[in-house]
């Protein structure tokens, strides 16, 4: 029976990018930057409504009060799609930073664009990061908030991986707080196809200042808070953090 569900939840999800990208794109790029993002946001409050309908996946926020006025920078864990759709309803208007790539895939990639995403490019990550510094200040300067999974990529309930300091870097440098969000996606949307039923947990953080502070201390204290959360709300053990890879030695 799940498998069906998720069946007919991924037939209404494509359909939805298709008859979305078809409506949404001609519209979009004649509208002011907040009113796409409103427009298209239609679309992600359907993916939510269709996965609650067709899975049976719900969710439950605590701290919702906790999102600031104004713009910020949102550091949450990555462990599914899901997060993806929903953090664009919790704070908006927002950028992501994402994977270079997915700004190619037709209607998709088209529609995201005109949110003005910050893309990575992997294969050079020295000019990725400072692209990613440099556009994440400037749309925080632009009144946008910018979302960052600091891990980097999708990491499965029960794994762990060492968060880096991009995201609260900006934030440093355009004086905005962060916002830490954390939860249990992939136990309901996980790296396998079928969707598990269920209600899962989203816990909002309250915003921590960035003025003054060096961005290695907010790392731990962001790190810390959304590692302690992820005990409390996920029914995966936590594991220890990997080791530091060993710093290389310079040539003799």
Same mark, same amino acid.
């Given at each position: 029976?799940? #498998?069906? &569900?998720?069946? !007919?939840?991924?037939?209404?999800?494509? *359909?939805?990018?298709?008859? /979305?990208? $078809?409506?949404?794109?001609?519209?979009?790029?004649?509208?002011?930057?907040?009113?796409?993002?409103?427009?298209?946001?239609?679309?992600?409050?359907?993916?939510?409504?269709?996965?609650?309908?067709?899975?049976?996946?719900?969710?439950?926020?605590?701290?919702?009060?906790?999102?600031?006025?104004?713009?910020?920078?949102?550091?949450?864990?990555?462990?599914?799609?899901?997060?993806?759709?929903?953090?664009?309803?919790?704070?908006?208007?927002?950028?992501?930073?994402?994977?270079?790539?997915?700004?190619?895939?037709?209607?998709?990639?088209?529609?995201?664009?005109?949110?003005?995403?910050?893309?990575?490019?992997?294969?050079?990550?020295?000019? #990725?990061? &400072?692209?990613? !510094?440099?556009?994440?200040?400037?749309? *925080?300067?632009?009144?946008? /908030?910018? $979302?960052?999974?600091?891990?980097?990529?999708?990491?499965?309930?029960?794994?762990?991986?060492?968060?880096?300091?991009?995201?609260?870097?900006?934030?440093?440098?355009?004086?905005?707080?962060?916002?830490?969000?954390?939860?249990?996606?992939?136990?309901?949307?996980?790296?396998?196809?079928?969707?598990?039923?269920?209600?899962?947990?989203?816990?909002?953080?309250?915003?921590?200042?960035?003025?003054?502070?060096?961005?290695?201390?907010?790392?731990?204290?962001?790190?810390?808070?959304?590692?302690?959360?992820?005990?409390?709300?996920?029914?995966?053990?936590?594991?220890?953090?990997?080791?530091?890879?060993?710093?290389?030695?310079?040539?003799?």
């Amino acid at each position: 029976m799940k #498998a069906i &569900r998720t069946l !007919l939840f991924y037939a209404g999800y494509f *359909l939805a990018i298709f008859v /979305s990208g $078809l409506l949404m794109l001609p519209i979009g790029l004649m509208l002011p930057l907040r009113a796409r993002f409103k427009l298209f946001n239609c679309h992600n409050r359907f993916i939510m409504k269709w996965l609650s309908l067709t899975c049976a996946i719900r969710y439950r926020i605590q701290g919702r009060e906790n999102v600031p006025e104004g713009p910020c920078v949102v550091l949450a864990n990555h462990q599914s799609e899901w997060e993806t759709v929903f953090l664009q309803l919790l704070k908006t208007p927002i950028c992501t930073v994402l994977k270079k790539e997915l700004l190619s895939i037709p209607l998709f990639g088209w529609g995201v664009r005109l949110l003005k995403p910050i893309p990575l490019d992997r294969s050079r990550p020295s000019n #990725a990061m &400072r692209q990613v !510094l440099s556009h994440g200040k400037q749309r *925080l300067e632009e009144g946008l /908030s910018v $979302l960052i999974f600091p891990e980097g990529t999708r990491v499965a309930p029960g794994e762990r991986r060492r968060f880096n300091k991009s995201g609260i870097v900006i934030a440093c440098r355009a004086g905005v707080p962060v916002l830490p969000v954390a939860h249990n996606a992939g136990e309901h949307w996980g790296r396998h196809w079928i969707k598990q039923p269920g209600t899962l947990n989203v816990v909002v953080g309250e915003p921590i200042e960035t003025t003054g502070r060096k961005p290695e201390a907010i790392l731990e204290e962001v790190e810390r808070w959304i590692e302690q959360t992820l005990g409390e709300i996920s029914d995966v053990p936590r594991p220890p953090l990997p080791e530091k890879a060993p710093a290389a030695r310079a040539p003799s």
